[in-house]
C-alpha cells in the first residue's frame, strides 16, 4: 500500500486531490444552481489542458502554443457524433437533402462526406477522441523532434498550425461548419443532454475524468520516466549522452498532453453543445498556457485550480469590460513569469513551509542542474550508461 501511495506522489498528494474531489462533487453541486454548475464545468475542461502542459512543459520543458489544435479535435470528434445523431431524415425532412447536418444542406452537399460515416457509431466517436489527436501529436512531435527541433522554434512551430487548422476550418464550411462551428447539438444516444439533470450528470462525469487524470498524471511524474522528463528538461544532452532516446521521450510526453486536452474537448462539446473553431487558435492555446502558468507548472493539481481561475476571472471580467481581458491576460502571464515563476502552486508550498519548517515542498524545481541529471545517469543500467 505504501508503495502505490507513493507512486501517485505520496499521501500530501492524494489528500490534495481527495480536497479536489470533495468540493467539485459535493460543496459546488450542494450550493450552486444549474447554470453555475455547469459553467463551472465548463472551467474544468480547461483543467484537462493544464495538466497535460505540466507535464510536457513543466517536466518536459516543452512549450506547445498550439493545445487548442488537440482541444478541438476531441471537440470536434464528439460534435460530429452528436451532430449526426441530431440530423436524422426525420429531423431534417424540411431540408433539400434529408439526414446530412444542416450546413451541408445550406452549402449544397448532396451527401454526408465519407469522413464523417465512421462517427455513426459512439464506439468509434470515444476511440477517435484519444487516437486522432494522438495521431496528429505523434506525427507533429516525431517529425520536429527527431530533427532535434525545440525550445521556441517548436513554440512558433505549434501556434502556426493552430492558425492554419483554424483557417482550414472556417475555409471548408460545407465539411465543418465554418466559423460558426458545429450547434444544435442536443442528444446523446437517444438522451437529451440539454436538460438540468443531463447537465448534472456530465458535471459529474467531467469531474471525474478529470480526478481520474489527476492521478495518471501524478504516476507519470512520480515514476521513473517523470524523473527522466527532468533531467531531459535541465541537461537533454547528458540524458543523451546516458543513452536513453531524448525524441522518443518528447513524443511521448506530447502525445499524453494531446490525449488529456482532447479528453477536455469531447467533454466541453457535451457540457455547452457546440464546437467551433474559437477555441482552436493562437488566442486560445495561449490562454490555456496561461492557465497552467498562473497555477504553476510544476503542480498537477494547482495547474487544474489555475485554468478554473483563470476561466472564472475571464468570464467575470469580460462580461463587464470585454475589451480589458487581453490586456489583463497579457499582464498575467508577465507578472506570474517574472515574479511568480511557479505559479499559485509555488506561493501555497513557500508559506507552508514558512508556517511548517520541517515541510519540504514538492514543487519547487531544481536549480542544480547537473546534479539532477547525473542523478537520474546514475540510475541507468551499465548497458544504458554506455
Request: charged share 10%; aromatic share 14%.
Amino acid at each position: 500500500m505504501q508503495r502505490l501511495i507513493k507512486a501517485f506522489g505520496g499521501t500530501s498528494a492524494l489528500i490534495q486531490i481527495a480536497v479536489i474531489a470533495a468540493i467539485l462533487m459535493v460543496l459546488l453541486p450542494a450550493t450552486t444552481e444549474i447554470f453555475r454548475l455547469n459553467l463551472f464545468g465548463k472551467y474544468l475542461t480547461y483543467a484537462f489542458v493544464a495538466v497535460g502542459l505540466v507535464l510536457c512543459w513543466g517536466y518536459g520543458g516543452i512549450l506547445s502554443l498550439g493545445q487548442g489544435v488537440f482541444f478541438g479535435l476531441g471537440g470536434y470528434c464528439m460534435a460530429m457524433f452528436l451532430k449526426l445523431e441530431a440530423s436524422t431524415p426525420e429531423a431534417t425532412k424540411i431540408q433539400t437533402t434529408p439526414g446530412i447536418p444542416d450546413f451541408m444542406d445550406w452549402n449544397q452537399l448532396t451527401e454526408l462526406p465519407w469522413f464523417w460515416e465512421p462517427f455513426h457509431s459512439f464506439t468509434f466517436t470515444v476511440f477517435a477522441v484519444i487516437a486522432v489527436p494522438a495521431f496528429f501529436a505523434w506525427l507533429i512531435g516525431y517529425a520536429m523532434f527527431k530533427r532535434r527541433v525545440g525550445g521556441v522554434y517548436f513554440a512558433i512551430i505549434t501556434q502556426a498550425i493552430a492558425v492554419i487548422l483554424t483557417i482550414l476550418i472556417v475555409g471548408q464550411q460545407g465539411y465543418t461548419g465554418g466559423i460558426n462551428g458545429i450547434t444544435d447539438l442536443r442528444t446523446l444516444l437517444g438522451w437529451d443532454i440539454r436538460t438540468d439533470g443531463a447537465k448534472y450528470i456530465l458535471y459529474y462525469a467531467c469531474c471525474i475524468a478529470l480526478l481520474l487524470c489527476l492521478l495518471v498524471g501524478n504516476f507519470i511524474i512520480n515514476s521513473r520516466f517523470g524523473r527522466l522528463l527532468i533531467a531531459m528538461r535541465d541537461q537533454e544532452d547528458r540524458v543523451r549522452f546516458s543513452g536513453y532516446d531524448v525524441a522518443n521521450m518528447k513524443v511521448f510526453v506530447f502525445v499524453m498532453a494531446s490525449v488529456f486536452a482532447a479528453i477536455g474537448g469531447a467533454f466541453f462539446t457535451l457540457q455547452v453543445g457546440f464546437m467551433s473553431p474559437t477555441f482552436i487558435g493562437a488566442v486560445a492555446s495561449i490562454e490555456m498556457v496561461v492557465f497552467c502558468a498562473v497555477g504553476g507548472r510544476l503542480s498537477i493539481v494547482g495547474a487544474a485550480c489555475g485554468a478554473f481561475i483563470v476561466s472564472w476571472a475571464k468570464t467575470s471580467l469580460s462580461d463587464s469590460f470585454p475589451q480589458i481581458w487581453p490586456v489583463v491576460m497579457g499582464a498575467l502571464f508577465i507578472g506570474v513569469v517574472m515574479f511568480f515563476p511557479r505559479g499559485l502552486a509555488g506561493l501555497v508550498s513557500d508559506y507552508g513551509s514558512k508556517l511548517m519548517p520541517g515541510r519540504r515542498s514538492q514543487s519547487k524545481p531544481s536549480t542544480d542542474k547537473p546534479d539532477t541529471a547525473s542523478r537520474t545517469s546514475s540510475n541507468a543500467t551499465p548497458q544504458e550508461q554506455a
